[in-house]
């Protein structure tokens, strides 16, 4: 997890404990980030949105650009503040798994973890993007004539169900 | 000549780790969690008076009459660790009133603000509302959320003119 908020970092660590995922790192910058990722092995990167030392795009393209592929296809679940809501659509862009809105909830962390790990999304590797498939919505992928809505008024438009509990 | 994309499908690590044998049930795992993070209320509720002493001086460095963006911007991550502990452990009052700093503070920085009184009138509304300060009557309340957007529709004004 990397988070400069010591509050925020001791809130969901004691979350993931919860969860039984006692083994987890906390740091506070991007460049340890960096560092840590290149010689460990992660399953999981939480990060707050607002880096001290680099820009959270950054981060996230380094991480998805990287050729270790277990670095690269690794998801990643950001949580953002109430300040930063409405900016993080570079990380977005930029490639990452999830955002989630702080203060993180232990049900919300769940259910985002939860989601990171039994959705399986393709990995979109193009020249200004590379980061899970962004259409996870099954109709998202419209293609060809009638696109719209209104042309499949009785079609089933729901979402896919949530993950459900172990 | 096109532009490439490459689509691939990724062994999910994650849920392979997560399906291992053993492990808890979602019922089990929030508890878990919820109680630990009961476990530190006392303490991160006890740090934030010292949490808003932080932008007080902050703000009150040096005497100053005017107060930067840099500073600002300062101002802002550390209150967002006021809401991170105000919206975790409850404190509805406090969680409303550090919002409405934040979008003050925000608006000062995309305006070229730089009065020190809008922020010291926030601040000492903090004060009002934080963990075991003195109980104050919702009608209170609402008075100074009224008097805190009052100042905020001024400076706005004040930008629009």
Same mark, same amino acid.
């Given at each position: ?85 409405? @900016?993080? +659509?570079? +990380? ?28 399986? @999304? ?20 419209? +293609?060809?004539?009638? @696109? @719209? ?18 | ?161």
């Amino acid at each position: 997890m990397v988070d400069h908020d010591r509050f925020s970092t001791g809130i969901v660590s004691q979350i993931l404990r919860g969860f039984g995922l006692s083994n987890h790192i906390i740091i506070g910058t991007g460049k340890e980030a960096k560092k840590l990722l290149a010689g460990g092995r992660f399953h999981l990167l939480i990060s707050e949105s607002l880096l001290p030392d680099m820009k959270l795009a950054d981060l996230v393209r380094w991480i998805r650009r990287h050729t270790d592929t277990k670095i690269r296809y690794m998801p990643v679940v950001v949580l953002t503040g109430y300040t930063q809501f409405s @900016r993080v +659509a570079h +990380a977005r862009d930029a490639g990452v798994s999830s955002v989630v809105r702080k203060p993180v909830s232990p049900t919300t962390l769940f259910d985002h973890v939860l989601y990171a790990a039994r959705t399986e @999304r393709p990995f979109i590797d193009a020249d200004d993007f590379a980061g899970p498939d962004r259409r996870f919505r099954p109709h998202d992928a419209a +293609a060809g004539l009638n @696109r @719209r809505t209104s042309d499949h008024a009785a079609d089933d438009l729901s979402l896919p169900p949530s993950p459900a509990a172990p | 000549m096109g532009s490439k994309c490459i689509i691939t499908e990724v062994p999910n690590r994650l849920g392979q780790l997560l399906r291992k044998r053993g492990g808890v049930s979602r019922g089990l795992a929030l508890k878990a969690a919820t109680m630990n993070v009961e476990s530190l209320r006392e303490e991160f509720v006890a740090a934030i008076p010292g949490e808003i002493a932080a932008l007080e001086a902050i703000l009150t460095a040096g005497g100053r009459q005017r107060i930067t963006g840099a500073d600002l911007d300062a101002m802002l991550r550390r209150a967002g660790q006021i809401l991170t502990l105000s919206g975790t452990y409850g404190f509805d009052r406090l969680d409303t009133v550090v919002k409405r700093f934040c979008d003050l503070v925000m608006g000062m920085i995309e305006n070229g603000v730089e009065e020190v009184a809008p922020v010291s009138v926030h601040l000492r509304a903090m004060r009002l509302v934080t963990p075991g300060a003195a109980e104050i009557s919702e009608a209170a309340v609402a008075q100074m959320l009224a008097g805190l957007a009052s100042v905020r529709a001024h400076f706005d004004r004040a930008k629009d003119a």
